[in-house]
């Protein structure tokens, strides 16, 4: 595998300064982390065919080569330029791709062979691979000997397939990569006469006549796309394929606001390359267009499409009611959702497959957030008729951990993970770790005696250990030890010790100011005693998790502000009536309701668990330390008299949130609850307080069984 300019660049700097994180690697030379990644593969396959070892990456030492093979790796780098590009099979097979898209009638196995400068056998493992790529784009691979290998299946999919191809290559372009894509394209239009001079020069005159009419700037994979799949739009419509869309796609298309500059566009190339004007490179170009990433300011987003907007807004609503998190200052996170979804919604529609190559990690690294994604993208599937595939969810997956980050106290966590069990084992129970928090976590792996040797780092929050430790825990960072398989009680604690900030600099002044005293009476022993009190404070601050756990079960929990009612009354009287048991309590005052009535009055309603059960908040009460959760049973559906609003729910549930994360427990459990199907169909039924209260114990009664 030979390597293409970037790959060598990133050799180099590695060579240069060894030990850098792939943050600072990827900042210092300007490359996305997904390109990094992409391009760790191929920087890897060339060092094993040339004798070397594979980069070693981890988040202690960074991103680094062996160090005794870094001056020979240095030399081969060198004597790279002149020697011929090898391509990998992937790009092998988007080359035979994009040539047969292109070149039906040269189709023949020796004239792919040639193409890739490869041999026949590596060729036909190749077009098995394409074969294979095709079926998932609704087209097939046909040969006979005649007329060689062909695409076959519908235009629009066939055009589909070349622009995703384009969008893959781009993504990661090169010279040389680009180099090949032109080739391609350009032969053809030569031979049909077209003067390739004129061709470019007219395509990038238009683009930018288009730029200025969209009043927006393509991204630079975006423009160079838009080029090629003009090119080919152009040659398509020379070989008379014409495409054709469905009357939703059709109906979809013209309401874009791109669509009418899209006729522009299309009829300017017609008449300046002398091909047929037809409607359906008008729609085809819409989809093009507003494919592009858009990036322009949050206030004229929302007057382009405030339907898309409003539905961004839910999307964060049901993730914080979901998550039990509270977003703050989430307009830039409606902006980055927003110029997100609108291309998202049409990759999805059209069959537009956009690849995310961090899909896998992201699904290791934020299982829970994945998951709430996963829910609440079905309400804007339903509103778009499309369904989102794991690949585009995890962009959005990222936009939500990205803005988990931002604060404090929901950022990443650093854990210290001390196993002496295989790989499957220690897997294991880091998934489960990721599966019990909404919070990013960063995890480190050590023995117990790299532990012992390089004791507990002082940025470590949590020690989470498989085994005894000798070494000493400082009194800032929580300690559970377990076995590979959590149980109930310890997911319980990791949670306590997770969502709930225990302040250190406290802890670490109550230390210092002990040991001062204690000191004057014994000066020599000053250290022991430091590392004595850490201990005695660290055990006893674990003790009081425990005993906070054992008193505030679940069921006492969501029975502390539980009502029934038995009358009728309008909707806003009901929702005063839920959140008075919090009012009375002194948890929030009146405003906290009459804050949500307005909220629905404007918005309408925006998040619920289930048809039946409607969740209501407003933003945490300042000053709130302690969450709190109300429950209301309704014996009669409620209705509401607003516009667009169907929902008929039985039971009102009045969230507080707090900023410290404490309401997540509650509202843990309160989802524990309505997943248990007995539970939540005896809560459905209860027609009386006493029925209320026990549908709600039942469901720890069962689940202590």
């Not at 394209?185 to 683009?207: H, T």
Request: include cysteine; proline fraction near 4%.
């Amino acid at each position: 595998m030979q390597l293409d300019h970037l790959a060598v660049d990133i050799l180099k700097k590695i060579v240069a300064e060894p030990g850098m994180t792939i943050k600072m690697l990827c900042e210092r030379i300007g490359l996305p982390h997904r390109n990094f990644y992409y391009r760790r593969a191929k920087i890897n396959d060339w060092l094993m065919a040339e004798g070397f070892c594979p980069l070693l990456c981890d988040p202690r030492h960074g991103v680094r080569l062996v160090e005794e093979q870094a001056p020979e790796v240095l030399r081969k780098l060198g004597v790279l330029h002149g020697q011929q590009y090898k391509l990998s099979a992937e790009e092998r097979r988007d080359n035979l791709l994009l040539h047969l898209a292109c070149h039906p009638e040269s189709a023949f196995t020796h004239h792919l062979s040639e193409l890739n400068l490869v041999s026949r056998n590596t060729t036909l493992e190749d077009l098995s691979l394409l074969k294979r790529h095709l079926q998932h784009q609704q087209l097939t691979l046909a040969v006979d000997k005649k007329q060689g290998y062909r695409i076959e299946g519908s235009d629009i999919a066939r055009r589909l397939a070349v622009q995703k191809t384009l969008q893959h290559v781009l993504k990661y372009s090169d010279n040389q990569a680009e180099s090949r894509i032109a080739q391609i394209f350009l032969q053809p239009l030569e031979a049909r006469g077209k003067d390739l001079a004129e061709v470019q020069q007219r395509i990038e005159e238009l683009l930018q006549q288009t730029e200025q009419q969209l009043s927006r700037t393509f991204s630079d994979k975006d423009r160079r796309a838009l080029k090629y799949m003009m090119m080919f739009s152009v040659l398509d419509t020379l070989k008379g394929h014409y495409p054709h869309f469905t009357p939703v796609q059709t109906r979809f298309l013209r309401e874009q606001t791109e669509c009418e500059i899209a006729a522009d566009l299309n009829t300017s190339l017609a008449r300046n390359l002398g091909f047929p004007e037809i409607s359906g490179n008008t729609l085809f170009f819409s989809l093009l267009l507003s494919a592009s990433k858009k990036v322009t300011p949050l206030q004229d987003q929302e007057q382009a499409d405030s339907r898309l907007m409003a539905t961004v807004k839910q999307l964060i609503m049901q993730f914080q009611a979901l998550s039990g998190v509270y977003l703050l200052d989430v307009e830039q996170l409606e902006s980055r959702l927003f110029s997100h979804l609108g291309p998202a919604i049409q990759r999805c529609l059209f069959g537009m497959h956009s690849e995310n190559v961090l899909r896998e990690e992201i699904l290791q690294r934020y299982p829970l957030i994945f998951r709430f994604c996963r829910q609440i993208i079905v309400s804007l599937e339903q509103e778009y008729q499309v369904a989102f595939c794991d690949d585009e969810l995890s962009y959005i997956v990222i936009s939500f951990a990205a803005w988990l980050d931002r604060r404090p106290e929901t950022g990443e966590q650093p854990i210290l993970l001390v196993t002496e069990g295989g790989m499957s084992s220690t897997a294991i129970l880091e998934n489960q770790l990721r599966n019990l928090t909404v919070l990013p976590l960063h995890i480190e792996h050590v023995s117990a005696s790299q532990l012992q040797q390089q004791g507990i780092g002082s940025h470590i929050r949590l020690v989470v250990s498989t085994i005894g430790l000798r070494c000493p825990i400082p009194s800032h960072v929580g300690f559970i030890q377990t076995q590979h398989m959590l149980t109930d009680s310890e997911k319980q604690q990791l949670r306590l010790l997770l969502e709930h900030n225990i302040e250190a600099v406290g802890i670490a002044e109550l230390v210092n100011m002990l040991v001062a005293s204690a000191s004057r009476l014994a000066p020599q022993q000053k250290e022991p005693l430091r590392q004595e009190f850490s201990t005695i404070i660290s055990q006893f601050i674990q003790k009081q998790q425990r005993r906070s756990f054992r008193a505030t079960t679940p069921s006492t929990s969501l029975l502390a502000h539980v009502a029934f009612t038995a009358r009728r009354s309008g909707w806003r009287q009901l929702i005063r009536k839920a959140a008075q048991p919090l009012v009375d309590n002194g948890c929030v005052d009146a405003e906290y309701a009459r804050a949500i009535i307005r909220h629905i009055e404007e918005r309408g309603i925006t998040t619920y668990l289930t048809p039946d059960i409607l969740l209501l908040h407003d933003a945490p009460p300042k000053g709130a330390t302690e969450g709190a959760l109300s429950l209301l049973k309704l014996k009669h559906p409620l209705e509401f008299d607003l516009p667009d609003v169907t929902l008929t729910p039985r039971v009102i549930v009045i969230l507080v949130p707090t900023a410290n994360l404490s309401h997540i427990p509650l509202l843990e459990t309160l989802n524990a609850v309505i997943s248990d199907d007995a539970a939540l169909s005896a809560l459905l039924r209860a027609s009386s307080l006493k029925e209320v209260q026990s549908a709600v114990l039942s469901h720890s009664v069962s689940d202590a069984k």
